[in-house]
């Protein structure tokens, strides 16, 4: 199992080591000790490996993901999992702000709170967040699935077009344009299945509320032309 | 960009360690401010003295000048006076009539403030910040980007006793709220938008405001983008405005609340393993007071 020690090596060394795998590599788990908070931490992988990040990292970790595990055991900065691909990110702690931002596909999994404009403008990815999210999430969310086991702050799904939200404490308030929806079997099959991706256990699909797009904001309607 | 820090004592065993802690925790936000650097550390004092803070050329002569009323402490280009508060006419006087060069970075009754131009490493130990002892200290590193890099244009500022202001940020209607408070008889030494949100606070203090009432009119006041970072004789305050633009995260244990651009910023700090980790929200006052 390769081991980087980053109070030893540095994080350009580590990502350039990942950047080179080949997609049958056997070198599949990788462990990183003593992030201490540091950037860009296993960005840009294109590999089907997992690493393992014991500690806190800074922003952008895992962005640009594709086929990677990233699993970090502490807290992820701004934009964990940014315009990630596919592949899975789990952060055992909490997210900071813009978590999953324009990811197109894959699942993060947040274990604890995500603060302010978690999954903004995400086109694809399932996001799973055990804890609450923060202010203005899901801000003109395109496509994938945002589901929160705890409460959502203000502003919630401003200016969304397709991406469904599912939330099963309170929602502080909505955005423009964002609107509570039926829970129908389709939806609690997806949720069924997120939640078990996840690692979700003892918690019913019946519990959450969805909300998505009014669809107002699609079209130009010709009666607003006078406030522009 | 810029990079601030803060660090609020609970327990007086750290208090040597202050300087040292807060050195450290301002070279980590190098990176987001490489241009200039500045501190204000809390140390020793007492109510029957004042302390002003100067900078600038030829500051033996001060020092010999005043060798009679004030004890001086130098460093670098930085000189910290101390004289019995009835003394404060005629030192301010003598500075004003003899070296209206000089700027005075700070006063009061345990504040000490230092800035530079260069990295933030330099600064720190230009003033030899590690080896200051204090209850409690803010840092910024200066990335600029609407104004010079000059020493005037760095952080923090002070504009009143024993207050002092770090910003990252920018502010949109600093102007006009400069022309409302140099009316209520306020007056600022730069053009930087942050000395003007500085201004704001001391004078809401004055107005009898509570740190936290100042800081919930400033959410009306003040357009712009800001996470600040607040020093008063006791007090520690951090407010971020209603977007949360700018970064901040906070660390709290029993022995200290610490503030920082970046988690890398707390790493050093002991005990941050066990240590809330958390961030403030958008538009909510944080405050923590000595008794």
Redo the contacts between chains.
């Keep these: 199992m390769p081991a980087f020690d980053l109070a030893v090596t540095t994080r350009r060394e580590l990502n350039a080591a990942l950047h080179a795998l080949p997609a049958n590599t056997n070198e599949t788990h990788w462990h990183v000790a003593n992030p201490e908070g540091a950037h860009a931490l296993a960005a840009g992988v294109n590999a089907p490996v997992t690493i393992e990040i014991d500690g806190h990292a800074g922003y952008y970790c895992a962005g640009m993901n594709q086929l990677a595990t990233v699993i970090v055991n502490g807290n992820v900065g701004v934009g964990v999992a940014e315009n990630m691909m596919s592949g899975r990110v789990h952060v055992k702690g909490d997210a900071s702000q813009a978590a999953g931002a324009t990811a197109h596909g894959g699942l993060l999994v947040i274990d604890g709170n995500a603060s302010a404009r978690c999954g903004i403008s995400m086109k694809g990815v399932d996001i799973v967040v055990k804890g609450s999210i923060g202010p203005m999430s899901a801000f003109m969310a395109q496509a994938g699935n945002l589901v929160v086991l705890g409460d959502a702050g203000e502003a919630l799904g401003d200016s969304l077009y397709e991406t469904r939200i599912f939330v099963r404490g309170a929602v502080k308030s909505l955005g423009a344009d964002c609107i509570e929806k039926e829970l129908r079997p389709e939806h609690e099959e997806i949720l069924t299945k997120l939640l078990l991706d996840a690692g979700v256990e003892g918690v019913s699909p019946q519990e959450f509320r969805r909300y998505g797009s009014a669809r107002g904001l699609y079209n130009f309607h010709v009666d607003n032309a006078s406030a522009y | 960009m810029c990079g601030i820090v803060g660090l609020f004592l609970k327990d007086p065993a750290l208090e040597p360690d202050l300087g040292r802690l807060l050195a450290d925790m301002l070279v980590v936000m190098t990176d987001r401010g490489p241009d200039s650097a500045g501190f204000a550390v809390y140390g020793g004092g007492d109510a029957g003295h004042l302390k002003v803070t100067v900078r600038g050329p030829r500051l033996d002569e001060v020092e010999d000048a005043l060798a009679g009323i004030a004890r001086a402490v130098r460093r670098d280009t930085h000189l910290v006076l101390s004289f019995a508060v009835s003394l404060e006419e005629q030192v301010r006087g003598w500075l004003a009539l003899h070296r209206p060069d000089l700027v005075v970075t700070g006063s009061g009754q345990r504040i000490e403030l230092y800035k530079e131009v260069g990295l933030p490493r330099q600064v720190a130990d230009r003033f030899a910040l590690p080896a200051m002892a204090g209850t409690h200290g803010i840092g910024h590193t200066r990335m600029a980007t609407e104004s010079a890099v000059t020493t005037d244009g760095a952080h923090p500022f002070s504009t009143g006793r024993d207050q002092c202001l770090v910003h990252n940020g920018s502010l949109s209607n600093h102007r006009s709220l400069r022309r409302r408070l140099e009316r209520e008889g306020l007056s600022f030494v730069t053009d930087n938008d942050s000395e003007v949100a500085a201004g704001y606070i001391s004078w809401r203090l004055r107005e009898g405001d509570s740190l936290t009432t100042a800081l919930e009119a400033g959410l009306e006041d003040l357009d712009g983008f800001y996470t600040f970072v607040i020093g008063t004789e006791n007090g520690f305050a951090v407010m971020r405005d209603p ?2 633009c700018k ?1 901040a ?1 906070m660390a709290e244990t029993d022995r200290y609340v610490a503030f920082g651009s ?3 910023a ?2 050093g700090l002991p005990g941050i393993e066990q240590a809330r ?3 403030p ?2 538009a909510h006052a944080y405050v923590w007071e000595r008794n």
């Design positions: 977007i949360s970064p995260v970046e988690y890398r707390l790493v980790i958390f961030e929200e958008p």
